[in-house]
């Protein structure tokens, strides 16, 4: 009877260690209208504001917009590609590169009644706005960095500050216990929120940093705990002022993080490498688990996410087409700078979409992929533009070039990508 008891006891321990191993380790429940939501979209400022949106062309916030009063522009276009969630990048004083630490709202801009106007108008209309923060790095000269970087920030061997890879223009923050700067940090979202009713963030940076040192004395804990602890102390804290306020990360690569928060960006997606492919690398991808986002220029690809269950990061990038009879003679014109090449290989994905959407044939010897590969390992040689003239360039354009000219002087409707995002993903998104 004792052993049978002994058993019972011993059984019910591994379950309640069980639950206490796997309980901690389940995804978070998100807003119903997060759930729903298949894609955000990115005006400005997209090479450093999370990877998946590397290499795509990124407008200007001044001339795009002028104020934050028209911030319901930029939901009027993303609603053109199915979207209904705005992520603004660069709203801070002054802009994206020279300040991150103190998230004050931009003058040149209208400042922050400009702002609260601004993001309350998408709100009237239905929409939904979101906000970069960045909880890895603050840049020195901040104010933020000049009175706390020093003692928040982690230290070397020799005591002194980590630099971001090789640059001293930024300090690197320490979440763990003997620093400030979770604390602060969080105390940054919940006046974002409180303030101007924004609906989340995207978190720069984590979700790939992992595992690192700090040798200040001051500092306990771990990096990687305490990057845990930021994450959900945000959650929770702008989730007491909006229940339906996101966190989302850049970068899947922590389930330790995905856990606690609403989901993140598969990094860099869009230009060196199928992001299909980086999904399908992940454990979770076959549970959909975790919500991803991504992008690719390739239409067959973004396909491929969609049907996996995953989500859209889009760009204005998507309203370009590339069809008119100047982009063919750019095509044929010889190449005059050393990033013309980047802007070609734009127009053959815009090319080889157009013939994939409107269901015409492409070439089956031609690999773009391969193509941007090869284009681009020819960059570290520091060539002449003309370098670039490969015969697999030239070959590309003699293939594509005909079929694309074909398409849009037949009878048939031409589906761009435009319409063709919004009917895949707007009927998920309104109904």
């Known amino acids: 009877m004792e052993k049978i008891k002994r058993k019972i006891v011993l059984a019910l321990g591994i379950l309640i260690a069980l639950f206490a191993t796997t309980g901690n380790t389940m995804a978070v429940e998100s807003p119903q209208w997060w759930k729903n939501n298949r894609a955000i979209y990115a005006s400005f400022d997209l090479s450093g504001a999370g990877g998946p949106l590397m290499k795509f062309p990124s407008e200007d916030i001044k001339k795009k917009l002028g104020t934050f009063r028209n911030l319901p522009v930029l939901l009027k276009e993303s609603r053109k590609l199915g979207c209904n969630c705005v992520y603004l990048v660069s709203y801070w004083e002054p802009d994206y590169q020279d300040n991150k630490g ?38 020195r000269t901040s104010k ?74 001051r500092h306990g804990g771990s990096f990687n705990q305490g990057a845990i602890n ?54 979770w991808v076959s549970q959909r688990k975790y919500k991803a986002f ?20 889009l760009s204005p990038w998507w309203f370009e087409n ?48 391969q193509l941007r590969r090869n284009l681009d390992m020819r960059q570290y040689a520091k060539p002449k533009p003309r370098y670039y003239e490969t015969g697999a360039y030239w070959a590309a354009v003699n293939v594509y070039e005909p079929l694309v000219k074909k398409l849009l002087n037949s009878d048939k409707p031409i589906k ?11 009927p998920v998104l309104y109904k």
């Open 322 to 369: 590339n069809t008119a009879e100047k982009d063919f003679k750019r095509m044929r014109d010889h190449m005059k700078k050393t990033n013309d090449w980047i802007k070609r290989m734009r127009i053959l994905w815009n090319w080889d979409n157009l013939l994939y959407i409107n269901k015409v044939p492409r070439p089956s010897n031609v690999d773009l992929f």
């Open 102 to 139: 103190d998230y004050e709202i931009r003058t040149d801009l209208g400042g922050p009644e400009a702002f609260k106007e601004g993001v309350a108008k998408i709100h009237s209309m239905g929409g939904r706005i979101i906000l970069y923060l960045e909880p890895f790095i603050i840049t």
């Open 294 to 313: 991504t992008s690719h220029y390739s239409m067959e690809e973004m396909d491929k996410i969609l049907e996996m269950g995953y989500n859209f990061s």
């Open 144 to 217: 933020v960095g000049r009175r706390y970087g020093m003692n928040w920030c982690m230290k070397d061997g020799n005591g002194k500050p980590q630099t971001y890879y090789g640059r001293s223009r930024f300090f690197l923050m320490w979440p763990g216990a003997g620093s400030g700067w979770t604390n602060y940090i969080c105390g940054v979202a919940e006046k974002l929120v409180r303030l101007y009713g924004v609906d989340g963030f995207h978190l720069d940076s984590y979700g790939c940093q992992w595992d690192l040192k700090d040798s200040d004395r």
């Open 416 to 426: 761009t990508q435009e319409k063709y995002l919004r009917e895949k993903i707007g």
């Open 230 to 283: 930021l994450v959900r102390t945000m959650r929770e804290r702008i989730q007491k002022i909006n229940p339906d306020a996101i966190i989302m990360l850049e970068c899947c690569e922590r389930t330790e993080l995905l856990d606690i928060c609403d989901g993140g960006q598969i990094e860099s997606g869009a230009w060196l490498y199928s992001p299909v492919k980086v999904l399908n690398e992940k454990p």
